[in-house]
């Protein structure tokens, strides 16, 4: 078993008798110092590789003292030698290394190949504590792998434990993966980027299309829930609504000759039978009853006779059912009517009527329904049913629609 002697052991062995054989033997003991290992390291060491090993040991470092990191140097050698490396002498090392050696593994390895070896052993030895921390890290000339292994020595177990951390440094199995070239290793790192990349766009494109497809599954719900259960609604205009209409039709009811009752004017020679109205109109819709309305129209009527009405009343617009845009309108109109040519009666104007609207937008919506213009007058006055047609038009405010009560 190899011991690293102190300066004082040193000493005291010159003194002891027959000096000249312990030389001998302390120098024996520093060049195979590798080969005094336990028993059972001794079973358990590697046979030699077929290739010769040439391994480069760079000077020790640390903060030991030159005796220490003589005595460490020398017990490396000789275990190296005695598992069958060669070792290059210092003057080599410097000049296929140079005096600072460097420190990148891969670097160290390419300049290792240059020299012709196959291993280089860094080492570094630090005392601790009455004893010494030894690092040895190898690196592989040929692979770039690295290994490194650190024990704690006593004086007494240098040699064995040198033998122990020499066995796993030269074993490959406990060698690190090689050493991946940069150039390489951003090529793969861009694919796996791009990947990645490629990744995430497809998980997108595939929830767009997932939430396009419950969009769509969901209006076609809808769909199909309005068509199984119609929503009843009011128009979803604002409050006020102005309008205007032709009135298009027949006389109902002719006009008599004027008798002695005659308010003012006279019948015409020959009345037409057809009956054709303009009228305006305008309304405000009862936020107490949705659907009520208050109106008020002007009539001008052309044919048979000339004459103007003038009426206020209401109209009740019953709520749409399903989806269409489509309400009907009742109401009526009870005001003066005046005759401007022919029996120039004046009378009362009753004109109740009926129409259908539809809705382009909610401030925009066209109607068409019928309408009976009723003057009552002593010369039989003017009864006339016509086909209405026009348009109106939301004013104010625009709500949301509110939905009315299903029905009974």
Excluded: K
Aim: hydrophobic share 45%.
């Amino acid at each position: 078993m190899t011991r690293w002697y102190t300066r004082s052991q040193r000493a005291m062995s010159t003194r002891r008798p027959q000096a000249g054989r312990a030389g001998v033997a302390l120098a024996l003991a520093g060049l195979l110092g590798g080969v005094w290992l336990a028993p059972g390291t001794a079973e358990a060491q590697p046979a030699a590789p077929a290739a010769q090993r040439v391994v480069v040991l760079l000077p020790i470092e640390g903060s030991a003292t030159q005796e220490l990191v003589g005595d460490a140097e020398s017990t490396l050698r000789g275990s190296l030698l005695a598992r069958g490396a060669r070792l290059p002498d210092r003057a080599a090392i410097n000049l296929g290394l140079g005096l600072s050696p460097p420190s990148d593994p891969a670097a160290l390895a390419r300049a290792a190949q240059g020299m012709g070896a196959t291993q280089v052993i860094r080492a570094t030895l630090r005392p601790f504590a009455g004893q010494y921390n030894l690092s040895l890290t190898l690196v592989d000339a040929a692979s770039g792998r690295t290994v490194t292994r650190e024990e704690s020595i006593h004086h007494e177990d240098a040699g064995e434990v040198v033998g122990r951390m020499l066995d796993t440094l030269l074993d490959p199995a406990s060698w690190s993966a090689p050493p991946v070239d940069p150039a390489l290793a951003r090529e793969a790192e861009a694919r796996r980027l791009a990947e990645e990349e490629a990744a995430r766009q497809r998980a997108t494109t595939e929830a767009e299309a997932a939430r396009r497809r419950a969009e769509e599954e969901a209006r076609r719900q809808r769909e199909a829930d309005a068509l199984a259960h119609p929503v009843r609604g009011y128009a979803d205009g604002g409050p006020w609504a102005v309008g205007i209409s032709l009135v298009a039709g027949g006389r109902l009811s002719g006009v008599r000759a004027p008798s002695g009752m005659v308010l003012s004017g006279n019948a015409p020679a020959e009345a037409s039978s057809a009956a054709v109205a303009l009228r305006a109109e305008g309304a405000y819709a009862l936020g107490a009853l949705r659907g009520l309305e208050v109106a008020a129209a002007v009539m001008v009527l052309t044919t048979p006779t000339s004459a103007v009405g003038f009426g206020a009343g209401a109209q009740y617009t019953f709520p749409s059912s399903g989806r269409l845009p489509l309400r009907g309108t009742a109401g009526v109109l009870v005001g003066l009517w005046q005759g401007v040519s022919g029996a120039r009666a004046t009378t009362l104007w009753l004109n109740p009527y009926v129409r259908a609207e539809w809705g382009f937008t909610p401030t925009v919506q066209a109607f068409l329904g019928l309408s009976l213009d009723v003057a009552p007058a002593d010369n039989g006055g003017v009864t006339a049913l016509g086909v209405m047609a026009g348009v109106r038009f939301r004013l104010g405010a625009t709500a949301p629609a509110a939905p009315a009560a299903p029905p009974p």
